[in-house]
């Protein structure tokens, strides 16, 4: 069983700077991709960042310049440095991870795993 836990979340000011991380544990034999999204009030889930197993990042548009995503592999951890933060940026912050699995000598996957998610509450 492989979990994503994120967390980090909470209010923060306009203008705010939070890095939530999102561990990754069990019987992971290979970290792939990690990704960011997020959930806006009354929107759809949107693909925030991703970066490869090498470390190659990519930032959607809405949080380019702002948002850095990074990760620690002996941590098996993705961060997100969000900087310049904007009321709009106000959304639930979901991290997945994709992984290859090694149980009783197998491996198996990619397979991708969801966190629960950590709300992000911009506001004065």
């Known amino acids: 069983q492989v979990q994503s836990v994120e967390s980090g979340g909470g209010l923060v000011q306009p203008g705010g700077s939070p890095r939530p991380p999102c561990a990754a544990s069990g019987n992971i034999f290979r970290l792939n991709d990690m990704y960011w999204y997020r959930q806006g009030p009354g929107k759809e889930r949107e693909l925030v960042a991703t970066i490869t197993s090498g470390g190659s990042p990519n930032h959607a548009d809405p949080v380019k310049g702002r948002f850095t995503i990074s990760r620690d592999n002996a941590k098996k951890t993705v961060y997100l440095q969000m900087n310049s933060l904007k009321p709009e940026d106000t959304a639930v912050y979901y991290c997945?991870?994709?992984?290859?699995?090694?149980?009783?000598?197998?491996?198996?996957?990619?397979?991708?795993?969801w966190g629960q998610g950590t709300q992000v509450t911009v506001s004065s």
């Open positions: 997945n991870a994709h992984a290859l699995t090694l149980r009783t000598g197998v491996v198996s996957g990619p397979y991708a795993y």
